[in-house]
């Protein structure tokens, strides 16, 4: 087995845990997939042998994507023509009842991700992956450009701008 197809098969192992962070981050499944790609894109054209957490260094690849594409959002100022509701995400799992599934994913899942719109994008990346992913501030750090302790802060007052929110109205 060559590089590229190890390296391939790494990256197929870790696409789940990618596309995850990637939608918690962005809120949309496609945006997700864009994010994912463009990580695999520029693992596919790095210098990996120096690499010795595949799995880390791919975390951080796609969050610091995501918090691109925020900013991005950010500087065009991109509205929603209306309210906006990020993607559900349906699957069922064996053992799992897909009512009580269903009820979860619209009572959290997108209540979470409405309220996450509040964060900017530095404050919405430490939360999702510290809160969510239990990246460490050490690791959170140099993908928002600042220290541990700044990254930690981050977090923490996104948790506190996350529980002081409204809760959303899902039924809409």
């Known amino acids: 087995m060559d590089e590229h197809d190890w390296l391939a098969e790494r990256f197929e192992a870790n696409r789940a845990h990618l596309r995850a962070v990637a939608y918690r981050m962005l809120g949309s499944l496609s945006e997700a997939d864009d994010a994912v790609q463009e990580s695999w894109l520029r693992l596919s054209r790095a210098d990996t042998s120096d690499v010795e957490n595949l799995g880390g260094w791919l975390t951080t690849v796609v969050a610091r994507v995501c ?3 925020l900013r991005s ?5 991109e509205e929603p023509l209306g309210v906006h509701m990020p993607d559900p995400i349906v699957s069922r799992e064996d053992g ?3 009512e009580h599934q269903a009820m979860l994913a619209d009572s959290v899942g997108l209540a979470l991700l409405v309220v996450l719109e509040l964060l900017d994008p530095a404050e919405r990346l430490a939360f999702v992956l510290h809160d969510m992913f239990a990246v460490p501030f050490d690791e959170i750090a140099p993908i928002v450009g600042r220290s541990p302790a700044a990254a930690r ?3 923490s007052r996104a948790r ?3 529980q002081a929110a409204p ?3 899902t039924d809409v």
């Open 67 to 69: 918090l691109n594409m």
């Open 73 to 77: 959002r950010t500087s065009r100022r």
């Open 96 to 98: 799992i009842d897909p």
């Open 153 to 155: 802060q981050l977090a």
């Open 160 to 162: 506190r701008r996350v």
């Open 167 to 169: 809760v959303p109205d």
